[in-house]
């Protein structure tokens, strides 16, 4: 039997290493991408994030998304287990050439972040008008 200072160090340290496996598995930021004919939506799933702490950018084709959750603990206040990661989220998007990231918009709602960014117009699906012609287009 081990003695409860060893006993106790040992379940702290297992607390420890567990809420590092659990915010380094955990730390996602899910997203769900939605392609539509004026524009993509992407929505990433933040809750209780204060809606301060993020920061959307685009850098040579790479909308980043970052965001941080933190939590004080009170002074008569012992955390006994955690299950939601804390810390700095982040999440990179590869954007396609079509898209037009100088009209991105973002709109964070109830935990959710909507980012919208516009289809070039020139990317934009048309229909192209058949002429009827006697001679064929030739290069």
Known sequence: MLSPMIDSFL???EQQFGQLRRESAGAVMP???VR????????????????????????????????TRQ???????????????????????YLPDHLDADAIEAAYNNGVLAVRIPV???AKPRK????????????
Do not use: C, H, N, Y
């Not at 006994?80 to 999440?91: D, L, N, S």
């Open 11 to 13: 379940q702290d340290l």
């Open 31 to 33: 997203m769900d991408g």
């Open 36 to 67: 539509r004919d004026q524009d993509l939506l992407l929505r990433f799933d933040v809750p209780g994030i204060d809606p301060d702490s993020i920061e959307v950018t685009v850098e040579r084709g790479v909308l980043s998304v970052s965001a």
């Open 71 to 93: 939590e004080s603990l009170g002074e008569d206040e012992r955390l006994f287990v955690r299950e939601r990661p804390m810390g700095v989220f982040t999440r990179r998007v």
């Open 120 to 122: 070039l117009e020139q």
């Open 128 to 139: 192209i008008e058949v002429v009827k012609e006697t001679k064929a287009i030739t290069g």
